[in-house]
């Protein structure tokens, strides 16, 4: 003990603290009387930060104090806790998801020990200052010690998530409960939800109050985006807790997670019989890979673009792979994004006369709007369209330059800059455009023909269809000039060869030439029947 020298009468106090980890325990005091902490002046005693454990006052020289360092005791703090939990019920798990609120009234706590179901797969343990945590087997339950790297006092919420494998299909399951051990006072909500198609009933409760969905806390809620089915709250007693659930499961129905609101297709055909198309597709994506298009067999494609940014498409394997199956990557995005495609189809070229076709690609989604432009060289004469779409309107579009040396610039100057092509078809010639509502839902491609005779097979038409009429006139008149009726051989088959020449200018030409030769034909037929009509009556006058 500290004492000043040269004085009479000395008087002092003595305080002894309990850290952490060490305590200074009293042994044997003289002259010495042992008084409560409060009798220690204020200035002195706001300064302490550890625990006063025992304070002496004491008067004269004869006073003596020995101590010894001990371990302090560690005490438990007094605690209340508040469990909510959130059930997930799949397929085959049930998932848990708990939020544990401590509230410490007095004290602190190191530790915190819970007990749960010894069938729980414990996923994982966060909250404040934690260090570890151990897992060990109490019977058929299992404890878990959750240690702190610091004293905890106030209040700290620990969360925790497990789950149980239910690979046995039943349909009966009870809920597993969390229980905190050491705490004075133990509330619980509990809120159950489905992640499949299931549906969930109550069967036993015991020791639960019912709770309405709007009385559960914020933080519970915003665990899910689901429905809650059930909601349930309780306060923890002697008599075990107990809420049951039956399950019936119900067979899913696959739903569109993707779908194209509208597909715009340009089409330009040139003279060498080249066919190039582009196609625009404006997709609504959530959880599809990939975009499947059915091609053509002997399709090539120039470029590929998702959301403005170049793709490597993919020709697709598997045994129901067609032969030009081609895959395009997709991205999610709740709103519309262009997915743009180029490629070309070689053909026939176009000759004097003959037929231009095509077929559109087939998507893997549902197709809402598609949007049709066919660009045909202008020049030759045109029929009406043959197709399983709606024609919309056809004009004419002012050629500027030739579609095919256009296309082959674009193509070259892409590959010499060894970028991705980014290109714009030339819209020229005869424009026919075509639409309908969900046509990649029929039995067959959207599709449409096209029969064309150019100008040099029209007029070459014209003299046919003038030919099969004087064949067909110049045999009747042979015919009707005979007397007696008597069979000509040669002007039967002027009026045959007549009909035969006429018939060949309507199917193989077309507009062009049906006119004259379909006037022919009506002259013919006429003038037979009538030169039939005649012969029979003039048999029986003879």
Same mark, same amino acid.
Not at 66 to 73: A, D, I, K, L, Y
Not at 128 to 146: C, F, K, L, T
Not at 149 to 159: A, K
Not at 396 to 413: E, Q, T, Y
């Given at each position: 003990?500290?004492? %000043? !020298? ?50 002496? &006052?004491? *008067? ?22 508040? +469990? ?10 049930? #998932? ?8 410490? &009234? ?33 019977? =058929? ?73 709007? =009385? ?16 349930? &709250? ?16 119900? /067979? =899913? +129905? @696959? ?16 003279? @060498? ?24 067999? @002997?399709?090539? +494609? ?26 395009? #990557?997709?991205?999610? !995005? ?17 000759? *004097? ?10 998507? @893997? ?29 056809? %004009? ?22 060894? /970028?991705?092509? &980014? ?78 020449? %006429?018939?060949? $200018? +309507? ?12 006037? $022919? ?11 039939? %009509? ?9």
């Amino acid at each position: 003990l500290l004492r %000043a !020298s040269g004085v009479a009468r000395q008087n002092g106090m003595l305080a002894l603290l309990s850290g952490p980890d060490l305590a200074l325990a009293p042994e044997a005091h003289t002259e010495m009387a042992e008084v409560g902490e409060n009798q220690l002046p204020a200035f002195f005693r706001n300064q302490l930060s550890h625990t006063v454990s025992h304070t002496y &006052k004491y *008067h004269g020289e004869g006073a003596r104090l020995s101590v010894r360092p001990v371990t302090p005791e560690r005490r438990q703090g007094k605690f209340n806790a508040q +469990i909510d939990t959130l059930i997930s019920i799949g397929e085959v798990t049930l #998932k848990g998801a708990v939020s544990i609120e401590a509230d410490v &009234k007095s004290g602190v706590l190191r530790e915190l020990t819970l007990t749960l179901p010894g069938d729980l797969n414990l996923l994982g343990v966060n909250g404040p200052s934690i260090r570890n945590h151990a897992i060990s087997p109490d019977g =058929e339950a299992q404890r878990v010690v959750i240690e702190f790297t610091q004293e905890l006092d106030g209040q700290f919420r620990i969360e925790l998530n497990y789950e149980r494998i239910m690979l046995d299909g039943s349909a009966e399951t009870e809920v597993p409960w969390v229980e905190v051990e050491g705490a004075d006072v133990e509330h619980g909500r509990v809120a159950i939800e489905a992640l499949a198609a299931l549906e969930v009933q109550p069967g036993r409760v015991e020791q639960l109050s019912s709770l309405e969905i709007n =009385e559960l806390p914020r933080q519970l809620i915003l665990k899910t985006t689901n429905p809650i089915l059930l909601a349930y &709250k309780y306060v923890r007693t002697e008599q075990p807790i107990l809420l049951g659930l039956t399950i019936t499961r119900h /067979e =899913e +129905i @696959d739903v569109q997670v993707a779908a194209i609101d509208a597909a715009r297709y340009q089409t330009l055909y040139t003279r @060498d019989g080249l066919a190039v198309t582009r196609a625009v597709y404006n997709v609504r994506n959530s959880r599809r890979q990939f975009l499947r298009l059915s091609l053509p067999a @002997d399709a090539t +494609i120039w470029s590929a673009f998702v959301n403005g940014r170049p793709q490597k498409p993919a020709f697709a394997g598997g045994e129901d792979a067609g032969p030009r199956d081609v895959l395009i #990557k997709m991205v999610n !995005s709740s709103t519309a994004f262009p997915v743009e495609l180029i490629y070309a189809t070689p053909g026939e070229a176009m000759d *004097h006369f003959g037929t231009v076709s095509g077929r559109l690609p087939r998507p @893997d989604m549902i197709v809402t709007h598609t949007d049709w432009e066919v660009f045909v060289p202008h020049g030759p004469r045109y029929a009406r369209p043959e197709s399983n779409m709606d024609l919309i309107a056809h %004009a004419v579009v002012a050629a500027v330059k030739d579609a095919s040396l256009d296309l082959l610039r674009a193509g070259a100057g892409g590959i010499a800059g060894g /970028e991705p092509l &980014k290109l714009d078809l030339p819209t020229q010639g005869l424009k026919f455009r075509f639409a309908k509502l969900y046509a990649n839902q029929a039995a067959e491609d959207a599709h449409f023909s096209l029969r064309y005779v150019d100008e040099s097979a029209r007029l070459a038409g014209a003299w046919l269809s003038l030919l099969a009429v004087v064949m067909v006139w110049g045999g009747i008149v042979l015919l009707a000039r005979a007397r007696p009726p008597q069979r000509n051989p040669f002007a039967y088959g002027l009026v045959g060869l007549g009909a035969i020449i %006429a018939l060949v $200018a +309507i199917g193989r030409l077309g507009a062009a030439a049906g006119p004259p030769s379909a006037l $022919a034909l009506g002259i013919g037929l006429l003038l037979g029947a009538t030169l039939i %009509a005649r012969r029979v009556f003039g048999r029986k006058k003879g």
